[in-house]
């Protein structure tokens, strides 16, 4: 995609009796948290086969947040302050 990805965290949620993860990416460039979002899942999919097969199991979605790395740098700032 020719963007600097920086720092990066996912999280997993259950949903109902399935899982979604949440991916909250710092990037500054300028494009679509979707594109990211489709272009990580399929890459993934590619380079490993459990998390292909999760997929089509459990793990039902994948949600990606864009995050402005000053703003992903302070919250990080905040948790170690917790």
């Not at 949903?15 to 991916?23: A, I």
């Not at 999919?45 to 740098?73: G, S, W």
């Amino acid at each position: 995609l020719n963007i600097e990805v920086k720092e990066y965290t996912v999280t997993g949620m259950a949903v109902g009796t399935s899982f979604v993860h949440k991916w909250y990416v710092g990037c500054d460039d300028d494009i679509e948290d979707e594109l990211i979002r489709k272009v990580l899942d399929e890459k993934l999919k590619m380079l490993n086969d459990d998390y292909r097969i999760e997929r089509f199991y459990a793990l039902k979605e994948v949600h990606l947040q864009k995050i402005p790395m000053q703003n992903f740098i302070g919250f990080n700032r905040w948790l170690v302050a917790v």
